[in-house]
Protein backbone atom coordinates (compact mmCIF):
# COMPACT_ATOMS: atom_id res chain seq x y z
CA UNK A 1 0.00 0.00 0.00
CA UNK A 2 1.01 3.15 -1.11
CA UNK A 3 1.25 6.67 1.48
CA UNK A 4 -0.85 9.02 0.77
CA UNK A 5 0.37 11.32 2.68
CA UNK A 6 3.61 11.98 5.88
CA UNK A 7 0.71 12.09 8.08
CA UNK A 8 -3.05 12.14 8.51
CA UNK A 9 -4.97 14.05 11.14
CA UNK A 10 -8.27 12.60 11.99
CA UNK A 11 -10.79 15.24 12.99
CA UNK A 12 -10.75 19.27 11.26
CA UNK A 13 -12.19 21.35 14.55
CA UNK A 14 -10.14 23.45 15.95
CA UNK A 15 -7.46 21.73 17.33
CA UNK A 16 -6.99 19.20 14.05
CA UNK A 17 -6.67 22.06 11.41
CA UNK A 18 -4.59 24.10 13.58
CA UNK A 19 -2.14 21.10 14.07
CA UNK A 20 -2.88 20.17 10.13
CA UNK A 21 -1.54 23.82 9.29
CA UNK A 22 1.64 23.87 11.48
CA UNK A 23 3.00 20.59 10.23
CA UNK A 24 1.98 21.06 6.53
CA UNK A 25 3.78 24.33 6.78
CA UNK A 26 6.78 23.03 8.64
CA UNK A 27 7.35 20.36 5.40
CA UNK A 28 5.01 17.50 5.95
CA UNK A 29 2.70 16.33 3.98
CA UNK A 30 -0.87 16.30 5.63
CA UNK A 31 -3.80 14.80 4.70
CA UNK A 32 -6.84 16.00 6.97
CA UNK A 33 -10.38 14.37 7.06
CA UNK A 34 -13.35 14.39 8.82
CA UNK A 35 -16.72 12.99 8.86
CA UNK A 36 -18.87 16.20 8.84
CA UNK A 37 -18.12 19.12 7.36
CA UNK A 38 -15.15 21.26 9.03
CA UNK A 39 -15.75 22.69 12.22
CA UNK A 40 -18.91 20.40 12.83
CA UNK A 41 -18.34 20.10 16.40
CA UNK A 42 -17.52 22.01 19.66
CA UNK A 43 -14.94 24.32 17.46
CA UNK A 44 -18.49 25.33 15.35
CA UNK A 45 -21.04 26.32 18.22
CA UNK A 46 -18.40 27.73 21.59
CA UNK A 47 -18.24 31.16 23.22
CA UNK A 48 -15.12 32.71 21.01
CA UNK A 49 -13.19 33.35 24.11
CA UNK A 50 -9.81 32.93 24.24
CA UNK A 51 -6.58 34.11 26.23
CA UNK A 52 -3.76 33.46 29.19
CA UNK A 53 -6.98 33.67 31.76
CA UNK A 54 -8.03 30.28 30.81
CA UNK A 55 -6.52 28.58 33.83
CA UNK A 56 -9.27 27.77 36.15
CA UNK A 57 -9.91 23.55 36.29
CA UNK A 58 -13.53 22.31 36.85
CA UNK A 59 -12.67 20.11 39.36
CA UNK A 60 -11.12 22.76 42.60
CA UNK A 61 -11.35 21.63 46.30
CA UNK A 62 -14.48 23.12 47.07
CA UNK A 63 -16.44 21.28 44.02
CA UNK A 64 -18.64 19.01 45.85
CA UNK A 65 -20.29 21.98 48.30
CA UNK A 66 -20.69 23.98 45.23
CA UNK A 67 -22.67 20.93 43.62
CA UNK A 68 -25.69 21.51 44.86
CA UNK A 69 -26.22 25.09 43.42
CA UNK A 70 -24.71 23.73 40.06
CA UNK A 71 -27.50 21.29 39.60
CA UNK A 72 -30.71 22.85 41.12
CA UNK A 73 -31.78 26.36 41.62
CA UNK A 74 -31.83 30.05 39.47
CA UNK A 75 -28.34 29.55 38.77
CA UNK A 76 -27.84 26.02 38.02
CA UNK A 77 -25.60 25.16 35.14
CA UNK A 78 -25.36 21.69 34.92
CA UNK A 79 -27.84 19.18 33.69
CA UNK A 80 -27.65 15.18 34.02
CA UNK A 81 -30.24 13.52 32.01
CA UNK A 82 -31.71 10.52 33.46
CA UNK A 83 -30.45 8.47 30.94
CA UNK A 84 -26.81 8.84 31.27
CA UNK A 85 -26.75 9.35 35.04
CA UNK A 86 -24.79 6.06 35.59
CA UNK A 87 -22.17 7.61 33.44
CA UNK A 88 -22.22 11.04 35.19
CA UNK A 89 -21.90 9.37 38.60
CA UNK A 90 -19.28 7.50 36.83
CA UNK A 91 -17.89 11.05 36.10
CA UNK A 92 -18.62 12.50 39.23
CA UNK A 93 -16.29 9.86 40.93
CA UNK A 94 -13.11 10.94 38.68
CA UNK A 95 -13.84 14.36 39.11
CA UNK A 96 -14.00 14.90 43.17
CA UNK A 97 -11.03 12.77 42.99
CA UNK A 98 -9.20 15.47 41.23
CA UNK A 99 -10.84 18.04 43.35
CA UNK A 100 -8.19 18.73 45.80
CA UNK A 101 -5.39 21.74 46.04
CA UNK A 102 -1.91 20.08 44.69
CA UNK A 103 -4.41 18.37 41.22
CA UNK A 104 -5.94 21.49 40.81
CA UNK A 105 -2.67 23.34 41.13
CA UNK A 106 -0.93 20.85 38.60
CA UNK A 107 -4.02 21.24 36.51
CA UNK A 108 -3.78 25.86 35.99
CA UNK A 109 -0.02 25.44 35.57
CA UNK A 110 -0.85 22.73 32.69
CA UNK A 111 -3.28 25.31 31.21
CA UNK A 112 -0.91 28.23 32.20
CA UNK A 113 1.67 26.30 30.61
CA UNK A 114 -0.85 25.84 27.00
CA UNK A 115 -2.19 29.09 26.80
CA UNK A 116 -0.01 32.18 28.28
CA UNK A 117 0.58 32.92 24.59
CA UNK A 118 -3.07 31.95 23.18
CA UNK A 119 -3.52 35.20 21.54
CA UNK A 120 0.24 35.81 19.87
CA UNK A 121 -0.45 31.84 19.01
CA UNK A 122 -3.17 32.61 17.34
CA UNK A 123 -1.69 35.67 15.27
CA UNK A 124 1.42 33.53 14.18
CA UNK A 125 -1.08 30.94 12.99
CA UNK A 126 -3.11 33.30 11.01
CA UNK A 127 -1.66 36.30 8.53
CA UNK A 128 -2.65 39.77 9.75
CA UNK A 129 -5.84 40.03 7.22
CA UNK A 130 -7.44 37.60 9.12
CA UNK A 131 -6.02 38.22 12.72
CA UNK A 132 -8.03 41.61 12.32
CA UNK A 133 -11.02 39.92 10.78
CA UNK A 134 -11.61 36.87 13.11
CA UNK A 135 -10.41 38.14 16.38
CA UNK A 136 -11.63 40.98 18.30
CA UNK A 137 -8.49 41.83 20.84
CA UNK A 138 -9.47 42.91 24.12
CA UNK A 139 -11.11 42.21 28.15
CA UNK A 140 -13.11 39.88 28.99
CA UNK A 141 -15.96 41.25 31.37
CA UNK A 142 -16.91 39.25 34.21
CA UNK A 143 -20.13 39.57 36.26
CA UNK A 144 -20.14 38.52 39.81
CA UNK A 145 -23.38 38.10 41.21
CA UNK A 146 -22.12 39.66 44.88
CA UNK A 147 -22.24 42.82 46.24
CA UNK A 148 -18.57 42.52 48.07
CA UNK A 149 -15.71 43.63 45.84
CA UNK A 150 -12.99 42.06 48.49
CA UNK A 151 -14.70 38.99 48.12
CA UNK A 152 -15.09 38.64 44.69
CA UNK A 153 -11.23 39.62 44.69
CA UNK A 154 -10.47 36.73 46.62
CA UNK A 155 -12.26 34.31 44.90
CA UNK A 156 -10.34 30.80 44.40
CA UNK A 157 -10.51 31.68 40.20
CA UNK A 158 -8.88 35.56 40.65
CA UNK A 159 -6.44 33.97 42.86
CA UNK A 160 -5.74 31.13 40.45
CA UNK A 161 -5.33 33.71 37.43
CA UNK A 162 -3.10 35.95 39.48
CA UNK A 163 -1.05 33.10 40.95
CA UNK A 164 0.25 33.00 37.41
CA UNK A 165 0.46 36.60 36.63
CA UNK A 166 -2.75 36.90 34.69
CA UNK A 167 -4.55 40.29 36.38
CA UNK A 168 -7.79 41.24 37.22
CA UNK A 169 -9.12 44.43 38.14
CA UNK A 170 -12.44 45.43 39.56
CA UNK A 171 -14.61 47.76 37.20
CA UNK A 172 -16.61 50.94 38.07
CA UNK A 173 -20.01 51.03 37.50
CA UNK A 174 -19.12 54.12 35.50
CA UNK A 175 -17.02 52.31 33.55
CA UNK A 176 -19.57 49.57 33.11
CA UNK A 177 -22.52 52.23 31.94
CA UNK A 178 -20.11 53.16 28.95
CA UNK A 179 -19.04 50.09 27.84
CA UNK A 180 -22.64 48.53 27.86
CA UNK A 181 -25.02 51.15 27.52
CA UNK A 182 -27.88 48.82 27.61
CA UNK A 183 -26.81 46.87 30.27
CA UNK A 184 -28.93 46.33 33.46
CA UNK A 185 -25.73 45.81 35.75
CA UNK A 186 -28.04 45.11 38.90
CA UNK A 187 -25.48 46.20 41.54
CA UNK A 188 -23.35 43.13 40.45
CA UNK A 189 -19.25 43.55 40.64
CA UNK A 190 -17.74 43.66 37.63
CA UNK A 191 -13.87 42.65 36.92
CA UNK A 192 -12.11 42.69 33.90
CA UNK A 193 -8.90 40.71 32.55
CA UNK A 194 -6.75 42.36 29.82
CA UNK A 195 -4.89 40.56 26.76
CA UNK A 196 -7.81 38.57 26.19
CA UNK A 197 -10.04 37.96 22.62
CA UNK A 198 -13.20 37.07 21.40
CA UNK A 199 -13.15 34.84 18.13
CA UNK A 200 -15.73 37.01 16.03
CA UNK A 201 -17.40 33.77 13.75
CA UNK A 202 -15.72 30.54 14.72
CA UNK A 203 -16.90 29.11 11.79
CA UNK A 204 -15.11 31.48 9.64
CA UNK A 205 -11.99 30.57 11.88
CA UNK A 206 -12.40 27.20 11.30
CA UNK A 207 -12.65 28.05 7.18
CA UNK A 208 -9.81 29.95 7.25
CA UNK A 209 -7.02 27.64 9.00
CA UNK A 210 -8.26 24.69 6.34
CA UNK A 211 -8.11 27.78 3.41
CA UNK A 212 -4.58 28.55 4.60
CA UNK A 213 -3.76 24.55 5.26
CA UNK A 214 -4.89 24.24 1.30
CA UNK A 215 -2.93 27.18 0.03
CA UNK A 216 0.24 25.53 2.06
CA UNK A 217 -0.45 22.06 -0.19
CA UNK A 218 -2.30 20.40 2.32
CA UNK A 219 -5.37 18.16 1.37
CA UNK A 220 -8.66 17.99 3.10
CA UNK A 221 -10.95 14.66 2.52
CA UNK A 222 -14.44 14.15 4.24
CA UNK A 223 -14.11 10.81 5.23
CA UNK A 224 -15.57 9.04 8.61
CA UNK A 225 -12.39 6.95 10.84
CA UNK A 226 -13.84 3.76 12.27
CA UNK A 227 -10.14 1.95 12.92
CA UNK A 228 -6.78 2.90 13.85
CA UNK A 229 -4.73 -0.27 12.91
CA UNK A 230 -2.16 -1.60 15.17
CA UNK A 231 0.32 -3.69 13.68
CA UNK A 232 4.07 -4.14 15.45
CA UNK A 233 3.87 -0.92 17.39
CA UNK A 234 2.74 1.46 14.42
CA UNK A 235 -0.10 2.19 12.74
CA UNK A 236 -0.46 0.61 9.77
CA UNK A 237 -3.69 2.59 8.54
CA UNK A 238 -6.86 3.90 9.04
CA UNK A 239 -10.06 2.31 7.62
CA UNK A 240 -13.37 3.86 7.16
CA UNK A 241 -15.81 4.86 4.59
CA UNK A 242 -13.54 5.89 2.52
CA UNK A 243 -11.55 2.95 1.95
CA UNK A 244 -8.24 2.33 3.75
CA UNK A 245 -5.70 4.98 4.22
CA UNK A 246 -2.16 4.58 5.44
CA UNK A 247 1.27 7.40 5.98
CA UNK A 248 3.91 7.29 8.45
CA UNK A 249 2.45 9.20 11.05
CA UNK A 250 -1.18 9.61 12.62
CA UNK A 251 -2.48 12.52 14.47
CA UNK A 252 -6.15 11.72 16.73
CA UNK A 253 -7.90 14.99 16.94
CA UNK A 254 -11.66 13.69 16.76
CA UNK A 255 -13.02 15.74 19.98
CA UNK A 256 -15.12 13.80 21.92
CA UNK A 257 -15.15 11.17 19.10
CA UNK A 258 -11.57 10.50 20.09
CA UNK A 259 -11.48 7.72 22.54
CA UNK A 260 -13.62 5.38 20.32
CA UNK A 261 -10.81 5.43 17.59
CA UNK A 262 -7.22 4.54 19.94
CA UNK A 263 -6.37 1.24 19.42
CA UNK A 264 -7.40 -1.11 22.21
CA UNK A 265 -5.26 -2.07 25.34
CA UNK A 266 -4.89 -0.94 28.86
CA UNK A 267 -4.55 2.53 28.59
CA UNK A 268 -7.51 4.25 30.51
CA UNK A 269 -7.95 7.84 29.01
CA UNK A 270 -11.75 8.93 30.49
CA UNK A 271 -13.10 11.68 28.10
CA UNK A 272 -16.12 12.66 28.12
CA UNK A 273 -18.88 14.41 26.07
CA UNK A 274 -20.52 17.13 27.54
CA UNK A 275 -22.65 19.43 25.86
CA UNK A 276 -23.28 23.21 25.92
CA UNK A 277 -26.07 25.00 24.33
CA UNK A 278 -25.67 28.32 22.15
CA UNK A 279 -28.87 30.81 20.68
CA UNK A 280 -27.55 33.55 18.56
CA UNK A 281 -29.67 37.04 18.37
CA UNK A 282 -29.92 39.57 15.76
CA UNK A 283 -27.56 42.36 16.44
CA UNK A 284 -30.03 44.83 15.20
CA UNK A 285 -27.54 47.20 17.23
CA UNK A 286 -24.18 47.19 19.00
CA UNK A 287 -24.19 45.63 22.59
CA UNK A 288 -20.56 46.46 23.73
CA UNK A 289 -19.02 49.37 22.91
CA UNK A 290 -15.93 48.90 20.39
CA UNK A 291 -13.96 52.61 21.69
CA UNK A 292 -11.73 52.31 24.05
CA UNK A 293 -13.62 53.34 27.69
CA UNK A 294 -11.20 54.14 30.72
CA UNK A 295 -8.84 51.92 29.02
CA UNK A 296 -11.29 49.26 28.76
CA UNK A 297 -12.59 47.85 25.48
CA UNK A 298 -15.18 44.61 26.30
CA UNK A 299 -14.74 41.72 23.94
CA UNK A 300 -16.62 39.25 25.95
CA UNK A 301 -19.30 39.30 28.73
CA UNK A 302 -19.14 36.41 30.88
CA UNK A 303 -21.26 36.11 33.81
CA UNK A 304 -19.32 34.08 36.76
CA UNK A 305 -21.99 33.11 38.70
CA UNK A 306 -24.69 31.92 36.21
CA UNK A 307 -21.62 30.45 33.84
CA UNK A 308 -23.16 31.99 30.58
CA UNK A 309 -21.24 34.35 28.35
CA UNK A 310 -22.52 36.69 25.92
CA UNK A 311 -20.47 37.45 22.74
CA UNK A 312 -21.10 40.07 20.24
CA UNK A 313 -19.73 37.95 16.25
CA UNK A 314 -19.93 38.97 13.23
CA UNK A 315 -23.26 36.81 12.66
CA UNK A 316 -25.01 37.88 15.66
CA UNK A 317 -25.16 38.01 19.36
CA UNK A 318 -24.41 34.60 20.57
CA UNK A 319 -25.41 33.69 24.59
CA UNK A 320 -23.67 30.28 25.45
CA UNK A 321 -23.57 27.91 28.32
CA UNK A 322 -24.90 24.91 30.55
CA UNK A 323 -22.68 21.60 31.17
CA UNK A 324 -24.78 18.46 30.59
CA UNK A 325 -24.54 15.12 30.51
CA UNK A 326 -26.48 13.29 28.28
CA UNK A 327 -25.87 10.68 25.29
CA UNK A 328 -24.26 12.80 22.29
CA UNK A 329 -26.95 11.21 20.09
CA UNK A 330 -30.21 12.27 22.67
CA UNK A 331 -32.26 15.01 21.38
CA UNK A 332 -31.66 19.02 22.80
CA UNK A 333 -33.69 20.12 25.72
CA UNK A 334 -35.48 23.03 24.07
CA UNK A 335 -35.37 24.73 27.66
CA UNK A 336 -31.95 25.12 27.71
CA UNK A 337 -32.68 27.44 24.91
CA UNK A 338 -35.46 29.80 26.59
CA UNK A 339 -32.59 30.32 29.77
CA UNK A 340 -30.36 31.26 27.53
CA UNK A 341 -32.70 33.69 25.91
CA UNK A 342 -34.25 34.66 29.32
CA UNK A 343 -30.46 35.20 30.88
CA UNK A 344 -30.05 37.82 27.87
CA UNK A 345 -33.26 39.00 28.87
CA UNK A 346 -32.05 39.35 32.45
CA UNK A 347 -28.83 41.66 31.39
CA UNK A 348 -29.60 43.52 28.15
CA UNK A 349 -33.98 44.18 28.95
CA UNK A 350 -34.27 46.70 26.41
CA UNK A 351 -32.43 45.18 23.83
CA UNK A 352 -34.73 43.54 20.62
CA UNK A 353 -34.68 39.53 20.90
CA UNK A 354 -34.96 37.92 17.68
CA UNK A 355 -33.52 34.04 17.52
CA UNK A 356 -31.71 33.51 14.45
CA UNK A 357 -30.82 29.90 15.35
CA UNK A 358 -29.87 27.02 18.34
CA UNK A 359 -27.14 24.83 18.50
CA UNK A 360 -25.98 22.03 20.77
CA UNK A 361 -22.60 20.25 20.37
CA UNK A 362 -20.11 18.76 23.02
CA UNK A 363 -16.92 19.56 24.61
CA UNK A 364 -14.35 16.53 24.67
CA UNK A 365 -13.73 16.95 28.77
CA UNK A 366 -11.37 15.24 30.96
CA UNK A 367 -11.82 15.07 34.52
CA UNK A 368 -8.39 17.04 35.40
CA UNK A 369 -9.68 19.74 32.64
CA UNK A 370 -6.26 18.81 30.93
CA UNK A 371 -6.08 17.85 27.39
CA UNK A 372 -3.98 14.93 26.13
CA UNK A 373 -1.46 15.57 23.78
CA UNK A 374 1.03 12.82 23.75
CA UNK A 375 2.60 10.01 21.67
CA UNK A 376 0.77 7.00 21.92
CA UNK A 377 2.56 4.41 24.23
CA UNK A 378 1.73 1.69 22.16
CA UNK A 379 1.91 3.24 18.31
CA UNK A 380 4.57 5.03 18.32
CA UNK A 381 3.53 7.36 15.17
CA UNK A 382 0.21 7.94 16.50
CA UNK A 383 -0.14 11.39 18.25
CA UNK A 384 -3.17 12.38 20.16
CA UNK A 385 -4.27 15.61 20.41
CA UNK A 386 -7.68 15.68 21.85
CA UNK A 387 -9.23 16.34 25.28
CA UNK A 388 -9.80 20.24 25.39
CA UNK A 389 -12.72 20.49 27.36
CA UNK A 390 -13.55 24.24 27.74
CA UNK A 391 -10.86 25.87 26.63
CA UNK A 392 -9.50 24.26 22.95
CA UNK A 393 -9.88 28.14 21.63
CA UNK A 394 -7.20 29.08 24.06
CA UNK A 395 -5.54 25.79 23.68
CA UNK A 396 -4.98 25.28 19.46
CA UNK A 397 -2.24 26.92 19.19
CA UNK A 398 -0.18 25.62 21.77
CA UNK A 399 -1.46 22.53 21.28
CA UNK A 400 -0.28 22.37 17.59
CA UNK A 401 3.32 23.16 18.89
CA UNK A 402 3.56 20.62 20.67
CA UNK A 403 2.31 18.35 18.47
CA UNK A 404 5.16 19.33 16.05
CA UNK A 405 7.53 18.84 19.30
CA UNK A 406 6.36 15.49 19.28
CA UNK A 407 7.33 15.01 15.76
CA UNK A 408 10.54 16.13 15.80
CA UNK A 409 11.02 14.01 18.92
CA UNK A 410 11.43 10.48 18.64
CA UNK A 411 11.95 10.42 22.72
CA UNK A 412 9.34 9.13 25.49
CA UNK A 413 9.82 13.45 27.64
CA UNK A 414 6.16 13.15 26.97
CA UNK A 415 4.92 10.82 29.29
CA UNK A 416 6.11 13.12 32.03
CA UNK A 417 4.34 16.02 30.59
CA UNK A 418 0.46 16.96 32.27
CA UNK A 419 -0.87 16.45 29.15
CA UNK A 420 0.36 12.35 29.21
CA UNK A 421 -1.81 10.01 27.96
CA UNK A 422 -0.92 7.66 30.75
CA UNK A 423 -1.44 10.20 33.68
CA UNK A 424 -4.68 7.96 34.18
CA UNK A 425 -3.55 4.91 33.79
CA UNK A 426 -0.45 5.06 36.04
CA UNK A 427 -2.39 6.01 39.28
C1 LIG B 1 -21.20 25.95 24.29
C2 LIG B 1 -19.69 25.86 24.25
C3 LIG B 1 -18.93 26.99 24.55
C4 LIG B 1 -17.54 26.95 24.52
N1 LIG B 1 -16.84 28.10 24.73
C5 LIG B 1 -15.48 28.09 24.63
C6 LIG B 1 -14.75 29.29 24.77
O1 LIG B 1 -15.31 30.36 24.93
N2 LIG B 1 -13.40 29.23 24.68
C7 LIG B 1 -12.74 28.04 24.48
O2 LIG B 1 -11.50 28.05 24.45
N3 LIG B 1 -13.41 26.89 24.31
C8 LIG B 1 -14.77 26.89 24.38
N4 LIG B 1 -15.46 25.74 24.21
C9 LIG B 1 -14.73 24.49 24.03
C10 LIG B 1 -14.14 24.37 22.61
O3 LIG B 1 -15.14 24.63 21.68
C11 LIG B 1 -13.57 22.95 22.44
O4 LIG B 1 -12.59 22.71 23.43
C12 LIG B 1 -12.91 22.78 21.08
O5 LIG B 1 -13.75 23.21 20.05
C13 LIG B 1 -12.53 21.33 20.86
O6 LIG B 1 -11.98 21.24 19.58
P1 LIG B 1 -11.67 19.83 18.92
O7 LIG B 1 -11.07 20.12 17.59
O8 LIG B 1 -10.92 18.97 19.87
O9 LIG B 1 -13.11 19.12 18.80
P2 LIG B 1 -14.30 19.37 17.77
O10 LIG B 1 -14.49 20.79 17.47
O11 LIG B 1 -15.47 18.62 18.32
O12 LIG B 1 -13.78 18.70 16.44
C14 LIG B 1 -13.66 17.31 16.28
C15 LIG B 1 -13.84 17.01 14.81
O13 LIG B 1 -13.60 15.62 14.61
C16 LIG B 1 -14.54 15.14 13.70
N5 LIG B 1 -14.69 13.69 13.90
C17 LIG B 1 -15.25 13.06 14.96
N6 LIG B 1 -15.22 11.73 14.78
C18 LIG B 1 -14.62 11.53 13.58
C19 LIG B 1 -14.30 10.35 12.83
N7 LIG B 1 -14.62 9.13 13.29
N8 LIG B 1 -13.68 10.50 11.62
C20 LIG B 1 -13.36 11.73 11.13
N9 LIG B 1 -13.66 12.86 11.80
C21 LIG B 1 -14.28 12.76 13.02
C22 LIG B 1 -15.82 15.91 14.01
O14 LIG B 1 -16.72 15.90 12.91
C23 LIG B 1 -15.26 17.29 14.34
O15 LIG B 1 -15.24 18.14 13.20
C24 LIG B 1 -16.86 25.74 24.21
C25 LIG B 1 -17.61 24.60 23.89
C26 LIG B 1 -19.01 24.65 23.90
C27 LIG B 1 -19.79 23.43 23.52
Not at 305 to 332: D, L, N, Q, W
Amino acid sequence: MSHMADCIVIGSGVIGCATALRLQREGHSVLLLDAERPGAGASFGNAGMAGPNAVVPMATPGFWRQLPALLFGDRKSVIVRPHALPAALRWLRISLKMANEAQMLHSRDGLHALHHQAIEGWRELLDEEAWTRLLRPGSTVSRHQSTSAEAVMTSLAIRLRAQVGVATRILSPATISRCFTELDADGSIFTAVDHTAAVRDPAALLETLRQHFIAAGGRWQRYRAERLVLNDGLIHSVTGDGGRLSAQHYVLAAGHASSSLLPAGNLHVPLIAERGYHIMLERSRPLFNDSPQDGLTPCVLHDASHKCVITEMSGGIRVSGFAEYAHPGSPARRDCYDRLERYFRQRFPRYPRVRLSQWYGHRPSTPDSLPYIDRHPAAANLICAFGHGHYGMSGAPATARRVSDLFASADDSAAQSPFSLRRFTDE
